[in-house]
């Protein structure tokens, strides 16, 4: 269900990945994918709040899942919550150095709020 549901999602087809998705949640609540998908459908959907609840909760579930990190973070700052969505990416890149694209937005982040040492050291490894 949930390579359906990213296939829907991929073709904008949003309530029939919802759809998916849920069902897919109805086998296996706990199916790490299947929450994903939805905080990603919800983003697409251009409903960052919803997403962000999602994935909050996600992250209580994984805390070491750095990608689930970097997703909040994104939807934290889509949903207006700058000091939320530093503190997601700063966990993300603790999470996984290697997220690159975490580590630029974060420095395009400090940059925005003229702490550029900040941005700057957080990009020399």
Do not use: C, H, M
Not at 3 to 15: F, G, I, P, Q, T
Not at 19 to 35: I, N, T
């Amino acid at each position: 269900w949930v390579l359906r549901a990213e296939v829907a999602l991929a073709d904008k087809e949003y309530d029939e990945a919802n759809r998916l998705v849920e069902r897919a949640l109805g086998q296996a609540p706990g199916d790490f994918d299947a929450r994903a998908l939805q905080a990603q459908i919800r983003l697409a959907q251009n409903k960052p709040g919803e997403a962000v609840a999602l994935l909050e909760r996600l992250a209580e579930a994984f805390p070491r899942a750095g990608q689930v990190q970097y997703q909040l973070g994104l939807a934290q700052l889509l949903n207006k919550q700058l000091p939320a969505a530093i503190t997601a990416l700063e966990k993300a890149i603790a999470l996984d150095p290697n997220n690159l694209a975490g580590v630029l937005l974060l420095a395009e982040l400090n940059l925005a709020r003229g702490q550029a040492a900040t941005a700057i050291e957080s990009l020399i490894p």
